[in-house]
């Protein structure tokens, strides 16, 4: 066991089996750290998310090594914006209770993401009332996002308030995870100018560099089921959010509808109805630009490596807001990314940085179409930019090396000088 002997929790209101990128990265984040002796427990509710394995699980169970307990909070499939809000409340509502009433024998320390949009709030409350510490690990910037998409009106009381409860979580917080420079920025100038900016970590999500994995397009099943193989194929896969600009992409493909070139776009979210409605304004939906629901999880490796090039898409005014697990991804599969957002955001510096693909400005539908037009008529670019991306995923961007970080963050111990430990023990 690591030396510190504590008992972390990882708050999340996604684990697996559910299938949304949070649920993800935070079991791979979980399981890691169990992996790397940390004394570590999951408390999270039941899945939800629309692709996910929705039957009932189990409130004590253990995964990978992980003990893990659900919460038992009612939860519906998030297929609409009031279903994702109910289910947000009930979940920061009764782990707030639960964990400000639970006998605790012991040291805690909290581990949390934003997502419910309230938890910053909520787990700060917790841990100012029991004496926690805590690590705030920040995938989305509340109130930021609501106010960006109009859900929330910018200085009124609401938002005030919302903003100087999330000021207080990052001050009073051990650790802060930004996702990227421009997202530390973000946090930076939100809490205040007495904020310790020492206690902002900069960790990158990540991708499993072992199950995503460059693949020729004549080697993959789903080009061939697709129709793919022959043609110039533009992928974007993921949630489709009002917060992702595919209109973009969308009228790209309208300036190409003449070229050999396949726009595929996979996912499931509030926007793709309005998306799919440009798609037919423009008259290229189903010819042009095609439409596929989530792909079962087991074909993740091929789905997503069954392009030429990968799309990542950012709705301007979001720069360090968010930033889209989808780059290291499409980075993974070894393809060139066309990034549609400012050139300041941090996934446009990633892809400038390594030479691994192209930024074009939300709106500029013509410079999208010109770049994806370069690609088709120009292979060796696609490959040599391809290549760029899974070296510089490799270098950076991998599971084991985000881990690695988050490890040393909350011990204070690097994992090199753990192994030295362990061998002189031997």
């Known amino acids: 066991m690591s030396g510190d002997n504590k008992e972390y929790l990882l708050v999340t209101e996604y684990f697996h089996p559910d299938t949304a990128s949070t649920g993800q990265l935070m079991t791979d984040l979980a399981v890691g750290l169990r992996e790397r002796d940390l004394n570590l427990t999951v408390y999270t509710g ?14 004590y169970s253990t995964y990978e090594g992980v003990s893990v307990r659900r919460i038992r909070a009612p939860q519906v499939r998030q297929s609409s914006l009031l279903r ?9 509502a009764w782990m707030t209770v639960l964990l400000l009433i639970e006998r605790v024998e ?7 993401v934003t997502c419910p949009p309230f938890m910053s709030a909520a787990m700060w409350l917790v841990c100012t009332v029991r004496g926690w510490e805590y690590t705030y690990i920040a995938y989305d910037l509340y109130p930021d996002e609501p106010v960006e998409l109009g859900y929330l009106q910018r200085g009124g009381f609401v938002h005030q308030v919302w903003e100087f409860f999330d000021r207080t979580a990052f001050q009073d917080a051990k650790h802060v995870v930004a996702l990227g420079p421009v997202m530390k920025q973000r946090i930076t100038a939100k809490a205040g100018a007495s904020f310790d900016t020492t206690k902002v970590k900069i960790i990158h999500n990540w991708e499993d560099e072992d199950f995503i994995t460059p693949m020729e397009k004549s080697d993959n099943w789903f080009s061939k089921e697709h129709d793919l193989e022959d043609t110039f194929t533009v992928l974007y896969s993921g949630n489709i959010a009002t917060f992702h600009d595919l209109e973009t992409l969308v009228k790209a493909a309208a300036k190409l509808d003449d ?9 499931e979210g509030d926007n793709k109805d309005r998306i799919t409605e440009l798609a037919e304004e423009l008259d290229v939906h189903g010819d042009t630009v095609r439409f596929l629901p989530y792909q079962p999880w087991e074909d993740l490796p091929y789905s997503l490596t069954a392009a030429d090039a990968s799309v990542v898409a ?7 807001i968010v930033v889209s697990s989808k780059l290291y991804t499409a980075m993974a599969a070894g393809q060139p990314v066309l990034v549609i957002s400012q050139p300041n ?7 400038d940085q390594f030479d691994a693909g192209v930024n074009v400005e939300q709106g500029d ?6 770049a994806i037009e370069c690609w088709q008529n120009n292979p060796e670019c696609v490959e040599r ?5 899974r070296r510089a995923f490799e270098a950076n961007f991998v599971k084991e090396t985000a881990i690695d970080n988050y490890y040393d963050m909350l011990t204070g111990t690097s994992q090199v000088e753990q192994k030295i430990g362990r061998k002189s023990r031997l």
């Open 365 to 370: 539908a013509e410079a999208a179409a010109d």
């Open 385 to 389: 930019q391809g290549q760029n991306a």
């Open 46 to 59: 039941q899945p939800n998310y629309h692709s996910g394995d929705n039957e009932q699980q189990p409130t």
């Open 84 to 92: 994702r809000l109910m289910n947000w409340t009930l979940f920061t």
């Open 106 to 112: 012991g040291e805690r320390e909290l581990i949390f």
């Open 345 to 351: 955001d941090d996934e446009a510096q990633i892809v």
């Open 314 to 320: 950012v709705k301007e005014g979001f720069e360090g």
């Open 259 to 267: 070229a050999d070139i396949q726009f595929l776009i996979i996912g």
